[in-house]
């Protein structure tokens, strides 16, 4: 009995092309969250350090705030360089 092998091969090579196309969308949805997740993350960075550069305006001479806005503008950069 002979196996009409082109049908497979033809079946075979659409199922092939779909995986690959799904494969594709599920990697741009993977790093699409992972940028969006991202661009949260440094916009909430950015409030704090509005708030914290808010409160040194008020109290320039307060260590705490002072270590806290480097340690905020360092965490901005880092994320800002991703």
């Not at 594709?24 to 969250?33: A, E, F, G, S, W």
């Not at 708030?51 to 806005?69: G, I, T, Y």
């Amino acid at each position: 009995m002979k196996y009409n092998l082109g049908v497979f091969d033809k079946v075979f090579s659409v199922s092939e092309s779909v995986c690959a196309e799904a494969y594709d969308y599920l990697l741009y949805l993977k790093y699409d969250v992972f940028y969006r997740s991202l661009v949260s993350k440094l916009r909430r960075l950015e409030k704090e350090t509005y708030l914290v550069r808010r409160a040194l305006n008020e109290d320039p001479d307060n260590p705490e705030l002072e270590s806290e806005m480097l340690d905020l503008e360092t965490l901005v950069s880092i994320h800002s360089v991703l």
